[in-house]
């Protein structure tokens, strides 16, 4: 049987993985598909790596919910993806980590118009903090890949190029930037006709790409004809992957609906994993396996 992982590295890619969460790991059966390293060869902490996590109050910190996360990698030897930094977490976690992996250095820098969010950050450091947190992270690990990640830069438009304009920018002033990652929140029907020629535009300003958050939601209930067009959307979203030499690996936010962010964020929006919330794979998991 052909399998995620498996199919990705014979395409070429580096991985093809998956995000979790620290709640999951005490559901037996869930642990054991994470653990499946020919479906899942790298993970991603939806949360516990978090600053909100690891400094709960101020000078307070925690790293024990994302060291679980880096062991249950560690004990299947897959890749870690460290998910998000912020000036305060950085250094800490990259030591426990160090070699192993890429980082979210930088996490939603952008309003949908391409202009920069109103965050704690820029609000009181404008860009600065961008390039501060890019060479912080590469002083405390000079292997790690350094990435910017954001939502809506699937297809082209005002968002992904202020993205471009950004690396090149970085580029252009010598700040370390290894990777632009793209979130790839999509809704069912609705991959944009731009993805794969987004993806090559990034990929041509010398960084890699990934896909660093796949999931596909609906409006609920799941019907037969939703199911499908899934299945095809996951499909032309992992073949713009594998024709995309620069574009290095593919993660799902979680494989099975059962914990999918999605519903608690989107009302009445759903089933937008390859597995179903009793870990049966849908459609959308054949779609993987076509694409690749
Ligand atoms: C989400 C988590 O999946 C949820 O559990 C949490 O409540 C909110 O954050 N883009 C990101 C992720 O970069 O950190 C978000 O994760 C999903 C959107």
Not at 102 to 124: K, M, Q
Not at 141 to 152: E, H, M, S, T, V
Not at 168 to 194: F, R, Y
Request: charged residues 15%.
């Amino acid at each position: 049987l052909a399998q995620l992982n498996t199919l990705a590295q014979k395409a070429g890619k580096l991985y093809f993985g998956t995000a979790t969460d620290n709640p999951e790991l005490s559901n037996t059966a869930y642990v054991a598909q994470l653990g499946n390293t020919s479906d899942f060869h790298q993970i991603t902490a939806a949360n516990s790596m978090k600053w909100d996590a690891t400094e709960p109050s101020r000078g307070t910190f925690t790293f024990s919910g994302g060291d679980a996360i880096v062991a249950q990698a560690q004990a299947h030897k897959q890749l870690i993806r460290g998910h998000n930094c912020s000036r305060h977490i950085a250094v800490p976690l990259l030591d426990i980590t160090k070699g192993r992996l890429s980082w979210d250095v930088i996490n939603e820098p952008f309003n949908d118009d391409g202009t920069f969010r109103d965050s704690v950050f820029f609000t009181t450091t404008g860009t600065a903090y961008i390039s501060t947190a890019l060479r912080a992270a590469r002083a405390a690990d000079p292997a790690a890949k350094l990435y910017i990640n954001d939502f809506n830069i699937e297809g082209t438009g005002a968002k992904s190029t202020a993205m471009a304009n950004l690396v090149k920018q970085l580029k252009a002033e010598n700040v370390p930037i290894d990777g632009i990652g793209v979130q790839t929140h999509l809704i069912v029907g609705q991959v944009p006709s731009t993805f794969q020629q987004n993806l090559q535009n990034f990929a041509n300003l010398g960084v890699e790409v990934a896909i660093t958050e796949l999931d596909i939601r609906m409006t609920l209930p799941a019907t037969t004809a939703l199911l499908t067009q899934q299945m095809k959307d996951y499909q032309t979203v992992i073949a713009a992957c594998k024709a995309v030499s620069g574009c290095v690996g593919v993660t799902l936010w979680d494989w099975t609906d059962k914990f999918s962010w999605v519903p608690g964020t989107f009302a009445g929006q759903g089933a937008a994993c390859p597995w179903d919330e009793n870990f049966v794979k849908k459609p959308a998991y054949q779609g993987i396996v076509n694409g690749w």
